[in-house]
């Protein structure tokens, strides 16, 4: 193998064909030369040379032979996988996470820091882990071909910045990918944490196969992102938690956002916890109750698992705000029509149970039921979601050229 190529460089990979022959490869899993030729059109001697390059420098690799009978064996080629590695990071409100993948979706390291209210401070912790992550790793800076954030919005992806995030206490307006860029000198992009989720999942997790599908996110809000026709939907607005902001309940509490009774203000981590401590203060028998030692210090998590468990209060709590959510959730899909629902984020994460109810008030709900088929499925990486989708940003940005997931 040559030296480092450093793959994100202009200079490199500036032949098209060497694209068009990757871009097959990663679509197909493994090929051989002859499939190679057939789909590319290329001439087997040119394909040839630049399988060759490619192999040289450490992008494509043999993996067997096909068949096993007695025709003439053929080799099948495959990625390097582990030649493609990206960072990918969410950042919420609490905590931040890092993982260095590559293109397969296989994560290599994957560390959580705390979310601080200063930015720039943060920045800074997020450019130390990096280059740790780096030297931990044994890979140079320069090898990786990107890094990927999916953040909360309000944002703007195209110049890179945050715009004063709801849940980001002390984050006003930061140039996040400015910042990061100068620092490591690679290159960087920004979306939503939903949207991120949603181009790992059509990349390479759960929705692979399909053209429209929904992922949503559901955790102390709700972001929510659309793929239709391949294309990812860009709202003019800049905002990917209008689903949250759905109005379910004409009589509902006043939400940050000015209108009542928004579907994230029923359904959410907070409102959970929120009906649970109501239900106490009506003296709702609770195992989780004498498992407290303060019931204002009660987690969605802790009443998510005493659901498991059959405390009745909990799963009181819990089935009602997912039966809500399971409504949004029929409006929703009976406007985008998708053929995949893919729910993800904490609140999934923590209660099947959640997951059960709202998939199938959802099912019930949906104008013209039988003339439907929609799959209903968690997101493939729990909580690593988010950061293995914002690598996906990275490699997608790599293939955009020929991609099927458009930007
Ligand atoms: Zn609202």
Same mark, same amino acid.
């Given at each position: 193998?040559?030296?480092?190529?450093?793959?994100?460089?202009?200079?490199?990979?500036?032949?098209?064909?060497?694209?068009?022959?990757?871009?097959?490869?990663?679509?197909?899993?493994?090929?051989?030369?002859?499939?190679?030729?057939?789909?590319?059109?290329?001439?087997?001697?040119?394909?040839?040379?630049?399988?060759?390059?490619?192999?040289?420098?450490?992008?494509?690799?043999?993996?067997?032979?096909?068949?096993?009978?007695?025709?003439?064996?053929?080799?099948?080629?495959?990625?390097?996988?582990?030649?493609?590695?990206?960072?990918?990071?969410?950042?919420?409100?609490?905590?931040?996470?890092?993982?260095?993948?590559?293109?397969?979706?296989?994560?290599?390291?994957?560390?959580?820091?705390?979310?601080?209210?200063?930015?720039?401070?943060?920045?800074?912790?997020?450019?130390?882990?990096?280059?740790?992550?780096?030297?931990?790793?044994?890979?140079?800076?320069?090898?990786?071909?990107?890094?990927?954030?999916?953040?909360?919005?309000?944002?703007?992806?195209?110049?890179?910045?945050?715009?004063?995030?709801?849940?980001?206490?002390?984050?006003?307006?930061?140039?996040?990918?400015?910042?990061?860029?100068?620092?490591?000198?690679?290159?960087?992009?920004?979306?939503?944490?939903?949207?991120?989720?949603?181009?790992?999942?059509?990349?390479?997790?759960?929705?692979?196969?399909?053209?429209?599908?929904?992922?949503?996110?559901?955790?102390?809000?709700?972001?929510?992102?659309?793929?239709?026709?391949?294309?990812?939907?860009?709202?003019?607005?800049?905002?990917?938690?209008?689903?949250?902001?759905?109005?379910?309940?004409?009589?509902?509490?006043?939400?940050?956002?000015?209108?009542?009774?928004?579907?994230?203000?029923?359904?959410?981590?907070?409102?959970?916890?929120?009906?649970?401590?109501?239900?106490?203060?009506?003296?709702?028998?609770?195992?989780?109750?004498?498992?407290?030692?303060?019931?204002?210090?009660?987690?969605?998590?802790?009443?998510?698992?005493?659901?498991?468990?059959?405390? /009745? %209060?909990? $799963? &009181?709590?819990?089935?009602?705000?997912? #039966? @809500?959510?399971?409504?949004?959730? =029929?409006?929703?899909?009976?406007?985008?029509?998708?053929?995949?629902?893919?729910?993800?984020?904490?609140?999934?994460?923590?209660?099947?149970?959640?997951?059960?109810?709202?998939?199938?008030?959802?099912?019930?709900?949906?104008?013209?039921?039988?003339?439907?088929? /929609? %799959?209903? $499925? &968690?997101?493939?990486?729990?909580?690593? #979601? @988010?950061?293995?989708?914002?690598? =996906?940003?990275?490699?997608?940005?790599?293939?955009?050229?020929?991609?099927?997931?458009?930007?």
């Amino acid at each position: 193998m040559k030296g480092i190529v450093n793959l994100s460089s202009s200079t490199y990979l500036k032949n098209i064909q060497d694209k068009i022959v990757l871009d097959v490869v990663r679509r197909q899993g493994a090929v051989t030369r002859a499939d190679l030729a057939e789909i590319t059109n290329i001439p087997l001697s040119t394909l040839t040379r630049i399988i060759d390059g490619l192999a040289e420098n450490g992008l494509l690799q043999e993996s067997g032979t096909t068949g096993s009978g007695r025709g003439r064996k053929q080799i099948v080629l495959e990625l390097n996988y582990a030649r493609y590695k990206a960072i990918g990071i969410e950042i919420t409100r609490k905590i931040t996470k890092v993982a260095l993948l590559d293109i397969g979706a296989n994560v290599y390291d994957y560390r959580v820091l705390e979310t601080l209210s200063d930015p720039e401070v943060m920045i800074d912790h997020i450019c130390q882990k990096i280059a740790e992550i780096c030297v931990d790793q044994d890979i140079a800076l320069e090898e990786l071909l990107g890094v990927g954030i999916g953040a909360p919005g309000p944002l703007d992806r195209n110049t890179g910045t945050l715009l004063s995030p709801v849940r980001l206490t002390g984050w006003g307006e930061v140039e996040i990918v400015n910042k990061i860029k100068a620092a490591l000198g690679v290159e960087v992009k920004l979306d939503f944490a939903a949207t991120a989720a949603a181009t790992g999942e059509k990349w390479y997790g759960v929705g692979k196969e399909y053209d429209n599908l929904v992922y949503i996110n559901i955790s102390g809000g709700i972001g929510c992102s659309v793929v239709s026709h391949n294309q990812m939907m860009r709202m003019s607005n800049y905002d990917a938690n209008a689903l949250g902001h759905m109005v379910i309940d004409l009589k509902g509490e006043k939400c940050e956002c000015g209108n009542f009774g928004c579907l994230e203000l029923l359904t959410c981590e907070n409102a959970i916890v929120q009906s649970f401590l109501q239900l106490l203060s009506q003296d709702h028998p609770s195992l989780l109750r004498s498992a407290l030692l303060d019931s204002n210090q009660v987690t969605f998590n802790e009443i998510a698992s005493f659901a498991d468990r059959g405390d /009745i %209060a909990c $799963v &009181k709590t819990i089935s009602e705000a997912a #039966t @809500i959510f399971g409504t949004g959730l =029929a409006n929703f899909i009976n406007i985008v029509n998708p053929q995949m629902v893919i729910l993800g984020g904490n609140v999934i994460d923590q209660s099947n149970l959640y997951f059960n109810i709202a998939v199938h008030v959802a099912q019930n709900k949906i104008l013209n039921k039988s003339g439907r088929e /929609i %799959a209903f $499925v &968690k997101s493939k990486h729990s909580e690593r #979601t @988010i950061p293995i989708g914002a690598g =996906a940003m990275i490699f997608e940005h790599l293939f955009s050229e020929f991609s099927t997931l458009a930007y």
